[in-house]
């Protein structure tokens, strides 16, 4: 099993999610989240103060998945995030140890 988190532009939310629907991917925890990369963020004025804001709204995907579905859940996430512009995101992919489904008690593939 394995934990993929995915950030991605806020905007792009709408266009993974139906993607992975249609690759028969419903379950994920979607957040909220804010970060600084390679944009680098912008200047903003505000009555007259310059800041710098490096911290930009982002949406963090997390989805945990059996390994032969892997690939298949990363393609669909790039071909539906991308826009050749910095910012696009990152994917990250994590072992998971173990899954236990409340509710029935299942564990591991089964749970997933």
Partial sequence: M?????????????????ALFKSKIYKMTVSNVIGAGTQKGYKESYRGVITDVNLLKKIKIE??????????????????????????????????????????????YMAV
Avoid at 2 to 18: G, H, N, S, Y
Avoid at 64 to 86: C, F, H, P, Q, R
């Fill in 63 to 108: 989805i945990v998945v059996n390994d032969d579905t892997l690939e298949t859940v990363i393609d669909t996430i790039i071909k539906s995030a991308w826009t050749g512009n910095i910012g696009d995101g990152k994917i990250f992919v994590i072992d998971v140890v173990d899954c236990i489904k409340i509710r029935t008690n299942e564990r591991g």
């Fill in 2 to 18: 394995k934990l993929i988190i995915a950030i991605i532009q806020p905007d792009k939310l709408l266009d993974v999610k139906e």
